[in-house]
Each structure stands twice: as C-alpha cells, then as structure tokens.
C-alpha cells in the first residue's frame, strides 16, 4: 500500500511520514520541489534503518506523488498554499480520497482561526474539488513535535469527519495504524469545530500556565484514571 503526503517536506508532512513509514505503508512524499522531496526522503529512510517493518518513504513532485497514491492522498501544506495546491493537483484526484490536514491559522497569529467562506478548509477542499472527490478531514490536532519524536507514542486521538461516512471509515483505518485512537466526529461540517481546536491547543502550548507542551487531545471514559 502506499499513500502520499503532500506538503511532505514540512514538520508535519515528515512525522507522518515516519509515522506511516514505520507502520509498514509505503509513502509518497510530495513537495512543489521534486528534488527537495527526494533528499528528505533519503534522509527520513535512514532514520528509519534498521527498524522493523519499517516501509519505503519515496520523494516526489506533487502530481507524481498523487499517481503514486494507491487510494489515499495527505494534504499537509500551509494554508496559504491549499487552495493552489488542490487546484494543481486535482485532475490526478479522481477515484482517490483526499485526506486535509489543513487548519486555517489567521496570518500572524496562529492562536486564532481565520475560516474560508465555505466554514473550514475541509469544507473549502470539497466545494473546489466538487463531489466526485471525496473529501475527509483528519489529523489535524497531532502536534509535529509529537509525531516525529517516533521513540515515543502518540499523545493524542484523532477526530475525522467527512461527509462520505465509507471514505471516513477507509481513513480512520489507515490512521489507526500509528498507534491512536479515532473518532467519526460528524460530516464535513464539523471540521469547523475540529479545526478549530488547533489554535486553542497552539494557545495552552505556549502558555506559562499549562506544564508541558505539545499538548493533545482525549476522548476520555468516565472513572478512568488519566
């Protein structure tokens, strides 16, 4: 199996890719930059030597890599360059699921959202990219520190949402597989609340109040011990 990462060569777009990588999925990475692609994929395969399991991480343009894709593609890239991204990449889309990470930080201020029109960038993905790709929202809570400190679990569980619950299904499968909890948490309206939990977490992160950072998010049982 093998997903591709768009936006691969960011913090982000890297832990994933270590992440999926370690979980035995071939990864895709794609960037504007192929040749930039390549070289962090050489060096993301070698912190993966000798790990078990561990799969191929394989750097590419961003249309390359979404050819590449068997089914999933990851939209990793800052918010400034969602829109041109998807718009670039979209005839090679079709019969794919298009997983957005995205979360639209106001410029300057990452401790606030600065929505689309269409309410979140989940939603603002899907009326560009019109229905015949399905659109899902996930991952968009899961810090990049976190992700690529891999000696250590993931601190976090994972809502998706989307408005094709099958397609939903398909990526809450696949993100599972690094190691944390996920949750439907509605159609792709909800991304407006889910995205816009990040800022809030950006917030407590670098507040003297909170002990720690990079902080993340549970869904927590009653009477459980924390």
């Not at 590419?60 to 918010?79: G, K, Q």
């Not at 106001?106 to 990219?129: F, H, I, N, Y």
């Not at 994972?158 to 690094?178: K, S």
Request: one cysteine or more; aromatic letters at 4%.
């Amino acid at each position: 199996m093998t997903i591709a990462i768009l936006g691969g060569t960011g913090p982000q777009g890297q832990g994933l890719a270590l992440r999926f990588a370690m979980a035995g999925i071939n990864v895709a990475l794609g960037s504007r930059d192929g040749a930039r692609s390549a070289e962090i994929a050489r060096d993301l395969n070698a912190k993966l030597a000798g790990l078990p399991l561990s799969a191929r991480i394989d750097g590419f343009e961003n249309s390359d890599a979404v050819m590449a894709a068997d089914r999933l593609v990851m939209l990793a890239v800052p918010y400034a360059g969602h829109d041109a991204t998807l718009r670039a990449i979209a005839p090679a889309l079709d019969g794919k699921i298009l997983v957005d990470l995205v979360v639209p930080l106001a410029p300057g201020d990452p401790k606030r959202v600065a929505m689309p029109p269409e309410g979140s960038a989940t939603e603002a993905a899907q009326a560009l990219l019109g229905d015949e790709v399905r659109v899902v929202g996930a991952l968009h809570n899961v810090s990049a520190h976190s992700l690529n400190h891999i000696d250590q679990p993931i601190n976090c569980d994972v809502l998706v949402c989307g408005n094709d619950i099958e397609a939903a299904e398909a990526v809450m499968e696949l993100v599972g597989r690094i190691g944390v909890s996920t949750y439907y948490a509605g159609p792709a309206s909800a991304a407006r609340c889910v995205e816009a939990i990040t800022p809030l977490l950006i917030r407590l992160n670098i507040s003297k109040k909170v002990p720690f950072s990079h902080a993340g998010i549970r869904i927590w049982a009653p009477g459980l011990p924390a």
